[in-house]
């Protein structure tokens, strides 16, 4: 048994979907998580930038104690999991958009996934679309400038739902009846997707399997922290405080927020 922390990290906000996921399955743990948001987003960066930035994050997680490092962030896990896993003795769990579900459970044969640049364009998601959906259609989508809008609080703006009726009014009309959501800031965007989407369409991540998968490493490997002694879960931004905790608002109990230049 390990009382030491979970370390998460994403480019900025978008991965705070994933601790909401992890916490509710373990509430008993303790969590760092580290916003990059003043280098979001990660999705329009080069192969190299995302690795070196997310080796930075990595260190100064296991440099904190930390005895799992969560990649909570498409783009940072299918640019440089790899890497992370062949360079650091610690156990990292990863997250990939859930194209397996999408295209297995499809009745229309059509599916929509809508992921950053950097996701799309990695030869790890090429990889495991041609290996589980090469019967189906797919209909890949950058989602350029949503990440932007997330880290800059319009969530709610008319520019947003320009955009996302740009991204996702194709995908309709081609009739998808799974809409995947490949990058950690999306699942703030279900409110919105939901009034654009016909009901016939689903919308699925993969945060949930996220912390199953998170569970299942640090059972495995006898980590999972048993006792009561109240758990700490840490916030970084290297940006804005007040819109980390405004995401987290449900938390600000069990949380801390910080301000750190990383
Ligand atoms: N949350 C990151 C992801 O899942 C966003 C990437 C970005 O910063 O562009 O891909």
Not at 105 to 119: F, H
Request: proline share 5%; with cysteine; net charge neutral.
């Amino acid at each position: 048994m390990s009382t030491k922390p979970i370390g998460i990290f994403d480019s900025g906000l978008g991965g705070t979907s994933i601790w909401k996921e992890i916490h509710s399955l373990l509430p008993k743990e303790s969590t760092i998580y580290l916003a990059d948001s003043k280098h979001a987003p990660y999705g329009e960066r080069t192969q190299e930038e995302i690795l070196q930035l997310s080796i930075k994050n990595t260190e100064y997680l296991i440099q904190r104690g930390c005895k799992i490092i969560v990649v909570a962030c498409n783009t940072a896990t299918t640019n440089a999991i790899d890497y992370l896993r062949e360079n650091y003795d610690h156990p990292f769990i990863g997250i990939e958009p859930a194209i397996k579900p999408a295209a297995l459970n499809s009745k229309t044969g059509v599916v929509g996934v809508l992921a950053t640049r950097g996701t799309l364009t990695s030869s790890l998601f090429t990889k495991t679309s041609a290996l589980y959906a090469k019967d189906r259609k797919v209909m890949e989508q950058f989602g350029d400038g949503l990440v932007p809008l997330i880290e800059n609080g319009k969530i709610n703006s008319a520019e947003m739902k320009e955009l996302l009726h740009k991204y996702v009014d194709p995908m309709v009309k081609a009739d998808i009846d799974y809409l995947v959501l490949g990058c950690t800031h999306y699942p703030y965007l279900v409110p919105q997707l939901k009034k654009i989407l016909p009901e016939s369409v689903t919308i699925i991540d993969s945060g949930y399997a996220v912390a199953k998968q998170t569970k299942a490493v640090l059972e495995k490997l006898d980590l999972l922290k048993l006792n009561d002694t109240p758990p700490k879960n840490l916030f970084y931004t290297n940006k804005d405080v007040t819109l980390l905790k405004s995401l987290m608002k449900d938390y600000e109990d069990i949380a801390n927020f910080s301000f750190l230049e990383f």
